[in-house]
């Protein structure tokens, strides 16, 4: 037994010599030709933005042979913006990408225009952005803070990957003050994952137009909003929003945040007892509300008691949007004490509200009384001749009023001589809002600015010549290709 046991060690022993030892913990490394070992590197932002010696020539010779190098023809839209950058040492106006498609090689071929070349706004709008293409894309403008102004409206498959980027942009960029991501679905995930960001972010204007954002994607946006404190301007048009939980989460919206200066809800479904939501959140006294737009709700005069509540104690509120809601002549009656009470409201939007010589003739008691109100806009109502003569002999006592928009062909009468004078009372009109104006100026009071929007509203002329302009397009700024109105 002893000895079978010993030769069946020394053959266990023989077979385990024919391999080699290996020592605990050994590793054996490989290395290819030396030709292969680097095959790329990662250069310093700083290092690659070294303005004193790089030249526009630079840049678009990088770009080709970035183009080369992926294997995608350069773009002449590119090619043309770049020659119109004029000064390396700052960053370049725009860099306008709209409509051209961008696939992953595409979006990688610009990151050598991306290390040189800073922008205050870049358009991705209809790029046709797809998840891999948009996250690597994101993530350059990250890297390098290429852009102020980003919009990457209208790109319905960015992906889960895409969003992340996107809200790692939002949270951690120091540059980027405005984000446009319109007409494009946000669906729960994204809104949790763009909310989120938005707790450390600095953003201050968010446009997010026909997002889909009723229900959930809404609750879980405002939850972060209340306590977002760098946010300044909302825009929320065509979303659908309801009057019941939307109207709810935008009133507590307003009840508890303390920096939003402007909010645009115009063509949603806000309806009467949403309005209440909302004037029950302005009501609250936090609000530093300073612009609000209503435009198209499926308001009525019969919701104008609730604004009639608030309006005398809101002293942020300098413009009210309430185009195109049926008010009636109702509606601007149950407002006018509390107009004439309200010491902050500076431009006042009533058009297509179904407003008559009765209302006109109300606001005018409104306009006499008034040390503040500097544009109203009551275009495309039936007002005639004695509501347009009420609102001339008010501005002959208003000091203010240096915009007062009314339609600028007469309305039908059945005497002939009456159009004659409604012509010549909107011509009055006219001219006494330009001399308020100029008064104005002489005596160094500028027009209050609507805040860090004032620069995007739309330039309109004094007086009567603007008529032709959307009523919804003042207020509060746009988005690129504004909604319909």
Known sequence: MTGGKEDNNT??????????KKCKGEKHVSFPPDEEIVSGFAEHKDVLRDVDSITLVDVISAYKKSCLKHH???????LE??????????????LDLRG?????????????????????????????????GASSLLDMFLYYESAAHLDISSNTNLGISGWQ??????????????????DMAIPEYPAQALSKALLGSSLAVLCLENSGLSGRPLFTLVNTLKENTSLQELYLANNNLNSFQDAMQLGDLLKYNRCLKSLDMSNNQISDSGLEEICEGLGAGKTRLRNLVLWNNQITYRSMVHLAKILPRVNTLETLNLGRNNLQNGGIQLLKESLIA???????GLVHTRVGCEGAVTLAEFIAESRRIQRLDMRRNPVRTAGLMALWLALKINQSLIRLDLDTTPKEEKEEFLIETQKNLLQEICDRCVRNAS??????LQPASPGKGSQRLPPLPLGMEQGQIDGAAWGASRCANSHST
């Open 11 to 20: 053959e266990l022993a023989s077979s385990l010599s024919q391999f080699p």
């Open 72 to 78: 995608v023809e350069p773009t002449s839209k590119i």
């Open 81 to 94: 913006q770049l020659q119109e950058v004029t000064d390396m040492q700052s960053r370049a106006r725009c």
């Open 100 to 132: 051209e498609r961008l696939d992953y090689h595409a979006c990688e071929s610009l990151e050598d225009i991306l290390k040189l070349v800073q922008f205050d706004f870049i358009s991705l709008r209809e790029t046709q952005l797809e998840e891999n």
């Open 165 to 182: 980027a996107l809200s790692r942009l939002v949270q951690r960029s120091s540059c980027l003050w405005r984000l446009d991501a319109c």
């Open 342 to 348: 309200n010491r902050s409201i500076l431009r006042l």
């Open 439 to 444: 008064a104005a100026k002489e005596r160094n």
